[in-house]
């Protein structure tokens, strides 16, 4: 059994930058697809970023190109999201999801495990 976990949410202020977390374990492969998706209330889950494992590949949402960047340390089987620049409009919360394929790395129904969320406030 997969299991997440995300570390990392807080509260900052706009311009700053926080670091989520997502540590995985129960995989049997080294290779598969790591998201970190965001939800706020009333609207659908929105990819962030994705990494594939197996080769390092990163994607980004237009929204998060240029502040957001994602890696991974295959050691602690842990992805990371830097994000800079930090604006009210990234205020939400934050989810960490792996499934071992993906049809479109921003689509919520192609990720199996999803971890239980982190929130992430930005004031003005």
């Known amino acids: 059994q997969v299991q997440l976990g995300e570390a990392g949410g807080g509260s900052v202020q706009a311009g700053g930058a926080l670091r989520l977390a997502c540590a995985a374990s129960?995989?049997?492969?080294?290779?598969?697809?790591r998201g970190w998706f965001r939800q706020a209330p009333g609207k659908e889950r929105e990819g962030v970023a994705a990494i594939y494992t197996g080769t390092g590949r990163a994607l980004y949402a237009e929204s998060g190109k240029g502040r957001f960047a994602i890696s991974q340390d295959n050691a602690k089987n842990t992805v990371s999201l830097q994000m800079n620049s930090l604006t009210p409009g990234d205020t939400t919360m934050y989810y960490c999801?792996?499934?071992?394929?993906?049809?479109?790395?921003?689509?919520?129904?192609?990720?199996?495990?999803w971890g239980q969320g982190t929130q992430v406030t930005v004031s003005s």
């Open positions: 129960g995989y049997t492969t080294s290779s598969y697809w």
């Open positions: 999801a792996t499934s071992q394929s993906v049809l479109a790395w921003n689509d919520a129904k192609d990720y199996n495990y």
